[in-house]
């Protein structure tokens, strides 16, 4: 797939419209390559990824649903079953984090968090490009301390998504986008 039509045709798949298989090593080091490419001022590579799969994804659930209750103790049994079911829906899972400098001299902490954001979307379009179905989600246990200590987050790190990757079980249809002259005009 060309470059413009990955961009112009990428979709985010709900997990439940994902069924296996998932992305093998070859096609998740691709990806990962994707990742690399990110705009990165500084050089600072502020961004890294964990790849979950097989029997990780029932640890990764566990972790989820003790990461939600314990973040809000008033969560419903049910809510947290659901969690704890979440990170089956796909047959592999990226836990993206963040692991900018908030006292880097010179880059500041957006940038840094923007090059993530950027090594996610490459990764995401990667992925469209080789035939996957993916999602950026967050949620609930991306913000929850005892995932992130559970994962083995460093205090500067944080998790910036759960992208949920595998085969599209049908087609989806293309959301509206924004028009080229409601995002942009001319100046001065
Ligand atoms: C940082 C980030 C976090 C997101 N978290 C969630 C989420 O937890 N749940 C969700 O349904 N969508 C989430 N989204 C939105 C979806 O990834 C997706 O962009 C949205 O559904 C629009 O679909 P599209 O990518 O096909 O335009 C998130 C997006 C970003 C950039």
Redesign the pocket.
């Known amino acids: 797939m060309q470059a413009l039509e990955a961009i112009l045709t ?5 997990p439940a419209r994902m069924a296996a298989p998932g992305p093998g090593e070859a096609a998740l080091r691709r990806m990962l390559a994707a990742a690399a490419a990110a705009p990165d001022h500084g050089k600072l590579r502020p961004w890294r990824f964990l790849v979950v799969r097989g029997g990780g994804r029932e640890r990764l659930g566990d972790l989820f649903a003790a990461g939600v209750q314990a973040a809000r103790p008033d969560t419903s049994p049910a809510e947290i079953e659901k969690q704890r079911a979440a990170p089956l829906r796909a047959p592999v899972i990226l836990i993206a984090i963040s692991r900018a400098d908030p006292n880097h001299p010179k880059i500041p902490l957006w940038e840094q968090e923007a090059s993530a ?1 950027c090594a ?2 490459n990764l ?1 379009l990667a992925a469209h490009a080789m035939g996957f179905a993916g ?5 609930g246990p ?1 913000a929850a301390q005892a995932v992130c200590t559970g994962l083995g987050l460093a205090p500067n790190e944080r998790i ?3 992208i949920y990757l595998g085969s599209p079980m049908d087609r ?1 249809s ?2 509206p ?1 924004p028009a080229p002259e409601a995002i942009a005009e001319s100046w001065p």
Do not use: N
């Open positions: 990428r979709v985010t798949v709900p954001a996610v979307q995401l999602k950026w989600a967050s949620g991306a910036i998504g759960i989806q293309l959301p986008r």
